[in-house]
Structure formats: structure tokens, C-alpha cells
Nanobody, 116 residues
Framework: QVQLVESGGGLVQPGGPLRLSCAAS????????MNWYCQAPGKERELVAT????????NYADSVKGRFTISRDNAKNTVYLEMNSLKPEDTAVYYC?????????WGQGTQVTVSS
């Protein structure tokens, strides 16, 4: 069955970096674009970044442009989110899913907390 396992989150000081990973299994992830989302407490889940199946194109939410980089390794069925210059407002649980239509299933996400 489909599994999406997000990891790499943690507590980081403002301005610091984190690298998130999303390990996909149970489907041919290399065939699909993939998205990273975030969900802050009390807020709706928001799209953060998208990468096409062959990594030829990426797209970012305005709030993270120039700070976050999405990438993928199709040989490892893994998608990454490199996060730099983190801000307290980036604090959220981060999830990945396929694009354009997400699975009904969502992984457990990985918590990112930006605080001094």
C-alpha cells in the first residue's frame, strides 16, 4: 500500500537550516510530480513546493521563494526539502504527497519548530 514517510524535522533557531526527506513506497513515485505542504496549528494545510516527475521544473509558495529548495532522487523514491533562513512563521508540520491530485492517505508528517 501507499506509504509516505516524512523525516528530518526538529527544533531550529531562526535563520538556521533543515533538510526534510519524504520516502515514498507502494506506488511509482517517479511517474508523478510531488508536493511538500505545511500545516501550522489552527490553519489549513498549505502547498509549499512542487517538483515535476523528472525534476525539470519546480514551483514555490511566495513565502518560501529563495529560501527553500525542493529536489528528488527517483532512484531512492525520495523527495527532499532544503530549508534555509528559517523563520518562526515556518513552524508547522510538513507533509509530502503526489501531485496534482494528492492521495487520500497522508503520512504522519514531520514537525518543524523555529524558535530561539
Amino acid at each position: 500500500q501507499v506509504q509516505l514517510v516524512e523525516s528530518g524535522g526538529g527544533l531550529v533557531q531562526p535563520g538556521g537550516p533543515l533538510r526534510l526527506s519524504c520516502a515514498a513506497s507502494g506506488f511509482t513515485s517517479s511517474r508523478y510530480a510531488m508536493n511538500w505542504y505545511c500545516q501550522a496549528p489552527g490553519k489549513e494545510r498549505e502547498l509549499v513546493a512542487t517538483i515535476t516527475s523528472n525534476a525539470g521544473r519546480t514551483n514555490y509558495a511566495d513565502s518560501v521563494k529563495g529560501r527553500f529548495t525542493i529536489s528528488r532522487d527517483n532512484a531512492k523514491n525520495t523527495v527532499y526539502l532544503e530549508m534555509n533562513s528559517l523563520k518562526p512563521e515556518d513552524t508547522a508540520v510538513y507533509y509530502c504527497n503526489k501531485a496534482p491530485r494528492a492521495f487520500d492517505y497522508w503520512g504522519q508528517g514531520t514537525q518543524v519548530t523555529v524558535s530561539s
